[in-house]
């Protein structure tokens, strides 16, 4: 990319002064920051920081009381008079949680095809087609007829991200998506996300796996009591930290 349609390429995301309260604790703090088509940005920082709460306002999870944000040219207002957009936002942007937040009563498949159906009002065959194909693509395709409950964490949560791809979703949001698993199932949901990054999707990751970090994305967020304090290539942020926060808390999780 020259310097001419870097300029003139409109963000996948963009956050401007956001400040979310809850109740007294400032939990955002003038946040900006933006997100290029196809970038993935890396969030670290400690627990109650809020880091949780700055992606789940990417998608509309979280009202906020002063900013604006705007995924993919759509934008999401201050307490909650977004309107339209809202709708547009959640359906573009997917989402992987730490406890994966399957439908216990509905198969594999049907977990996948559920969304697509309903909201984008797909047949059932286009449906199905995709969902093999995504299970396919994140390695358990022979899974598609068991339920939830009758698989491991590590593919509960490859179901959980093909789910959320069967939406053909313009950005992908993971809130510590390997947390809740066992050290020997973190790869497996690293690797479906690592392939991911390489297809292009734009990503915005928390996460303590500081190794996929350095390996994966293209930009780190180290996030402090509600504000993003340093930020830039991994090899800088976690490699070489300028502010004294960063280094304290790299040196806990490394
Ligand atoms: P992180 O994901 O970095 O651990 P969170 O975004 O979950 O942090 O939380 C940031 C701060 O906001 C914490 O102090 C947390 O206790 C508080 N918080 C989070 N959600 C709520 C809520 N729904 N109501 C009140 N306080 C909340
Ligand atoms: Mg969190």
Redesign the pocket.
């Known amino acids: 990319m020259n310097d001419t349609t870097q300029a003139t390429t409109q963000p996948m995301v963009r956050l401007e002064k956001i400040n979310k309260y809850?109740?007294k604790?400032h939990?955002m703090q003038d946040i900006d920051l933006e997100v290029a088509p196809g970038e993935v940005v890396v969030i670290v920082?400690?627990?109650?920081?809020?880091?949780?709460?700055?992606i789940r306002c990417v998608n509309g999870l979280e009202e906020f009381q002063s900013g604006r944000i705007e995924v993919d040219g759509n934008e999401l207002l201050p307490d909650g008079k977004s309107g339209k957009s809202l709708q547009a936002v959640r359906t573009e942007v997917g989402m992987v949680f730490q406890q994966f937040n399957l439908f216990p009563h509905l198969s594999v498949l049907d977990n996948v095809t559920l969304a697509p159906r309903k909201v984008r009002g797909w047949s059932r065959d286009k449906a199905l087609e995709t969902a093999h194909r995504l299970l396919e693509r994140v390695g358990i395709e022979d899974q598609a007829d068991k339920y939830p409950s009758q698989l491991s964490g590590g593919q509960q949560q490859r179901v959980a991200l093909a789910r959320a791809l069967a939406m053909e979703p313009r950005l992908m949001l993971f809130d510590e998506p390997t947390s809740a698993l066992d050290p020997e199932m973190i790869g497996e949901v690293l690797d479906a996300m690592r392939e991911l990054a390489k297809d292009g999707m734009t990503m915005m990751i928390?996460t303590h796996e500081m190794g996929f970090a350095r390996e994966v994305a293209d930009r780190v967020i180290f996030?402090h009591d509600g504000q993003i304090v340093e930020e830039g290539p991994p090899q800088e942020v976690l490699d070489n930290p300028r502010q004294e926060r960063t280094q304290a808390f790299l040196s806990r999780v490394l």
Do not use: E, I, M, P
């Not at 920082?45 to 700055?54: D, H, M, P, Q, V």
């Open positions: 809850f109740g604790l939990v920082g400690a627990s109650g920081s809020g880091k949780s709460t700055l928390v996030v």
